[in-house]
């Protein structure tokens, strides 16, 4: 019988305690197992960052801090393990997550029910939610694909030293990985704001895809789809979990720098409203207004408070400028081809039309081609279809 290292016991029965308290329900045997069984300061480097409550990140080794360094490895909080560019590119998510986002997908059945034979993790990172699922389901049931070389090899490691041996491939996660299909579960450890159309391909009839869910607006939320037979997928968004973006390979992210010409006008309509942490309008707006992004500027250069809108795929902008003192009028600004505060405005006033429907109300539905339709469940008589928009060549 294989045995790995356990988790330190007092760590491990307090991260338990941690996330049993903020998943609100007690874990089925096998989860509890899984977290006591997977000891997570193997799968972590030496040096995290932490949210320093600022904003920013502070830097926790294990050579300078040895018990803050075990102490953040067992908290109910994410990790970043890994910075690109002065931005965090890897991280360890927060395990009430991983463990959360198992359940939604049906990891680890109930005693008497019959569990998935085949699960492909996409993004393998530390290893962790790898070894989970091996504790889980076996090593024999478990695939997982990293983009990231380095990533990969560290993260095959981990599983190693831990003692697990799922099937470990280095590739872009976008593809799947064809040689292990068809799979029972396919489980995203990163966002999305498309399903990538292997994903469906590779997943058996019946079986269940989850992934977080992003968009340029609001990076929230996890969805949930179920396979069909005839190579359609459909589901449900669900309330929770915010992950870092799927990476791909030789991202050009440019946009064209050009002075296009501006608009001035006025507006009624808060930036607060639609920018201001309201997730559910929030979530509806990055649906229904592809592309665009913001950002707030206190600095006063502009104004005492702006609303900066981008569009990620090209020229166009728009910003919404708050005086300091009127409350219900705001100076809008809108340059380019696209009248972005236009979108968002015709987008929220459609939100607040379907009676501000919560996130979990929203389904998707892919097809054969590919093409993703969002339909909006109100429960009073009325309903919205938003189509999303396929990405660029």
């Not at 990533?151 to 981990?158: F, I, K, S, V």
């Not at 081809?337 to 539905?365: K, S, V």
């Amino acid at each position: 019988m294989k045995t790995s290292p356990a988790a330190p016991t007092a760590h491990a029965d307090r991260l338990l305690a941690d996330a049993t308290e903020l998943l609100g329900r007690q874990l089925p045997p096998g989860y509890e197992r899984a977290l006591r069984t997977v000891p997570r300061h193997l799968f972590l480097p030496g040096r995290l960052w932490l949210r320093d409550g600022e904003g920013g990140y502070r830097p926790c080794d294990r050579s300078t801090d040895p018990d803050g360094w075990l102490t953040a490895a067992y908290s109910d909080i994410p990790l970043v393990t890994q910075f690109t560019d002065g931005l965090p590119s890897s991280s360890a998510s927060m395990p009430s997550m991983v463990l959360r986002t198992l359940l939604l997908a049906g990891v680890g059945a109930a005693a008497g029910e019959a569990g998935p034979r085949r699960v492909l993790e996409l993004g393998t990172g530390t290893g962790f939610n790898a070894a989970l699922l091996c504790a889980l389901l076996g090593d024999d049931a478990v695939s997982t694909v990293e983009l990231d070389p380095l990533l990969a090899a560290q993260g095959e490691r981990n599983l190693q030293t831990a003692g697990f041996a799922p099937v470990v491939s280095c590739g872009d996660a976008a593809a799947g990985w064809a040689p292990g299909a068809p799979y029972e579960r396919v489980v995203a450890t990163f966002s999305v704001d498309r399903v990538p159309t292997a994903w469906v391909e590779q997943t058996a009839a019946g079986g269940r895809i989850v992934t977080p869910w992003t968009s340029a607006w609001c990076r929230y939320g996890t969805l949930a789809l179920t396979s069909g037979p005839d190579g359609t997928a459909h589901g449900r968004f669900h309330a929770f979990a915010s992950f870092m973006p799927m990476q791909r390979p030789c991202q050009d992210t440019a946009v064209p720098a050009t002075s296009p010409a501006q608009h001035r006008g006025m507006t009624s309509l808060s930036p607060w409203l639609v920018a201001g942490g309201d997730l559910d309008a929030e979530f509806h707006l990055g649906l229904a207004v592809p592309g665009a992004s913001f950002a707030w500027d206190t600095s006063g250069e502009h104004a005492p408070v702006r609303l900066h809108i981008a569009d990620d795929e090209g020229p166009s902008w728009a910003a919404v400028d708050y005086d300091g003192r009127s409350a219900d009028r705001f100076t809008v600004i809108q340059a380019g081809p696209r009248l972005l505060w236009d979108e968002i405005t015709a987008g929220y006033t459609h939100w607040e039309t379907l009676g501000r429907p919560r996130i979990g109300q929203y389904r998707l539905r892919v097809n054969t081609a590919g093409d993703h339709t969002v339909k909006v469940e109100t429960g009073r008589g009325r309903s919205g279809i938003i189509t999303l928009a396929k990405p660029s060549p």
